[in-house]
């Protein structure tokens, strides 16, 4: 079952601009992962947060989590044509589940 | 480096063929799993394992099963595979509550 939502499912921007994906889930999470996948390749992990953060930095890469709203976004600040690949985010569950569940993903284009 | 590897990038096999996907880890990592990746549908999970001979179904294990003799190998089988199982395939491992190693994927065509 899909936990995890993005929106946009695609989006094209300029080289140097930001990009923000976001991501809705339904119940209540243990955390959210972000994950990015360039084409035809395994996924690569970016950044955890918590149920109990509210935002979390990694360079260029910013996330935020409102549990109230189930949703989370990803900000890329300043992009290049390299970050050019497919982000996904997922999501742990309270309860101990060990699964994480993924949403479809948002492919991002970074144009030079 | 958390190193995940999978047994072959592209493999292209006969409808009706048993089918072996396997995946080696080599971070003593607990619990590995198997994903498959379709457009438009996004990362489903197959089955997954947090122990040797250890096993759970994901929400898709119809046709398929896995074996964990040891704790670094986790393989997919395809008892008979169809057109239908034609995708990527993706494994992972994790250690904990926390992120997820995947390897390269496998591309698998039934024809």
């Known amino acids: 079952s899909q936990q995890g939502e993005e929106d946009p499912q695609a989006l094209s921007i300029q080289e140097g601009e930001n990009a923000t994906m976001n991501c809705s889930y339904k119940?209540?999470?243990?955390?959210l992962q972000w994950y990015r996948q360039n084409s035809g390749r395994g996924l690569v992990h970016l950044i955890l947060?918590?149920?109990?953060?509210r935002e979390k930095h990694s360079g260029r890469l910013r996330v935020t989590l409102d549990t109230s709203k189930k949703s989370s976004s990803l900000l890329i600040t300043a992009s290049r044509a390299a970050d050019t690949a497919s982000y996904f985010c997922a999501t742990g569950s309270q309860g101990g589940s060990e699964k994480l569940v993924f949403g479809k993903g948002t492919k991002l284009t970074v144009n030079p | 480096d958390v190193k995940v590897t999978q047994s072959s990038r592209y493999l292209v096999k006969r409808t009706g063929e048993k089918v072996f996907l396997e995946c080696v880890q080599d971070?003593?990592?607990?619990?590995m799993f198997w994903y498959r990746q379709d457009p438009g549908l996004g990362l489903r999970l197959i089955y997954f394992?947090?122990?040797?001979?250890?096993?759970e179904k994901g929400d898709i294990p119809e046709g398929y099963s896995v074996s964990r003799e040891k704790k670094e190998r986790f393989s997919l089988i395809l008892e008979s595979a169809s057109t239908n199982q034609t995708s990527m395939y993706l494994c992972?491992?994790?250690?904990?509550?926390?992120?997820?190693?995947f390897g390269p994927g496998t591309r698998l065509t039934v024809t």
């Open positions: 394992s947090y122990d040797v001979k250890m096993k």
């Open positions: 992972a491992t994790r250690q904990g509550a926390f992120e997820q190693y």
């Open positions: 971070m003593d990592h607990e619990n």
């Open positions: 119940t209540s999470i243990n955390n």
């Open positions: 947060i918590r149920s109990n953060e």
